[in-house]
């Protein structure tokens, strides 16, 4: 389908929603430095609350209010706070009976009055189960059944009719981040546990081990350092990956060989060894390591090859992977 070139001209209008769209991020950029500046004794109490919790931590919320939750919910249990979301108007309807004392309730509500949130707040308060309420109001009816109340800075809202939730909701989701972080970072939550609740998707393949990308039944592109470069080019051609490793005679690495070390050899001495031209001491990374540590090591070397090693024996290659394994399987 041809593009319309009128999408490729800045008209006024543009210009003008553009302006709009700045004004917007400035606005609430402003309020979460608001926001940061306002966290208090408050916000101490609603993570020991989290902290203290031996059940979940329920979350809820109403209207965008709720969107946020979920998303809060979702983060607290990714980081080790475990945490299930209950939309209030379901509550009401027997969902209430998934809540026990042992739970903490999470609730977020910008003018603290929301009366679908009611009927969760008083039952929790009537198991004795911990309330932690995040609202812009106080006094109000959530805050006052509330163990513990974080009040978010008075601001208008991004909507210049000043009802839609825009900046109100984003404080609510900065605020359930720095909640759900300040208790991982408490919990002493490392990144392998966080790697293990994420198998799925790109987080959870990058914390694969590098052995997963590991072609056992491919012959490595091994020489030892008095190989003649001629034959240096034909293993490097039979391994397909740009390189050759030059190992000793007790079969670890010593050194590597790539095309371009070839290139800018080849005119000066064809008749050379492969212990002349090749580099020493290359970067390797052992199999146990993660993947998305093995693509971090070669992008800080600028390098697409790397050889892979035992984790019990130092220095022994066990395995080849290019860039492209990182790419094209992930």
């Known amino acids: 389908m041809q593009r319309n070139v009128a999408f490729a001209q800045v008209t006024g209008d543009d210009q003008r929603n553009r302006s709009v769209g700045v004004s917007v991020v400035r606005q609430e950029a402003n309020a979460l430095a608001l926001l940061a500046d306002s966290l208090d004794m408050n916000f101490d109490l609603a993570v020991r609350a989290i902290l203290a919790t031996s059940g979940r931590v329920v979350v809820s919320g109403m209207g965008k209010a709720g969107h946020v939750g979920r998303k ?17 108007a379901e509550a009401s309807h027997g969902d209430l009976g998934m809540v026990q004392r042992s739970d903490t309730l999470l609730a977020f509500s910008n003018s603290g009055a929301t009366t679908e949130l009611l009927p969760i707040v008083r039952h929790m308060r009537a198991i004795s189960a911990t309330v932690v ?57 490392t990144r392998a546990d966080l790697m293990q609740l994420h198998p799925g998707g790109s987080i959870g393949w990058r ?100 050889f892979v090693t035992d984790p019990q024996v130092e220095d022994r290659p066990i395995g080849l992977v290019h860039v492209h394994d990182l790419a094209m399987i992930g």
């Open 72 to 88: 809060i919910a979702a983060t607290l249990s990714s980081t080790g706070s475990p945490a299930i979301f209950i939309h209030p």
């Open 133 to 189: 309420a995040v609202t812009g109001r106080q006094p109000s009816p959530l805050a006052r059944y509330a163990d513990v109340t974080v009040l978010l800075p008075e601001v208008d809202e991004a909507c210049p009719e000043g009802i839609a939730p825009t900046t109100s909701s984003t404080m609510m989701l900065a605020l359930g981040d720095a909640l759900a972080i300040a208790a991982m970072q408490a919990r002493g939550f």
């Open 207 to 306: 914390s694969q081990p590098v052995e997963r990308l590991i072609r056992y039944n491919l012959p490595l592109p091994l020489v030892t350092s008095d190989t003649s470069l001629h034959d240096v080019i034909l293993k490097i051609t039979e391994g397909g990956k740009g390189i050759a490793g030059i190992i000793d005679e007790k079969g670890l690495l010593i050194g590597v060989i790539t095309d371009g070390d070839l290139r800018r050899v080849f005119e000066a001495n064809l008749a050379s060894t492969a212990g002349q031209v090749m580099s020493r001491q290359p970067r390797t990374v052992s199999a146990n390591a993660t993947i998305g540590d093995a693509a971090a090591l070669m992008a800080d070397a600028k390098i697409t090859v790397i």
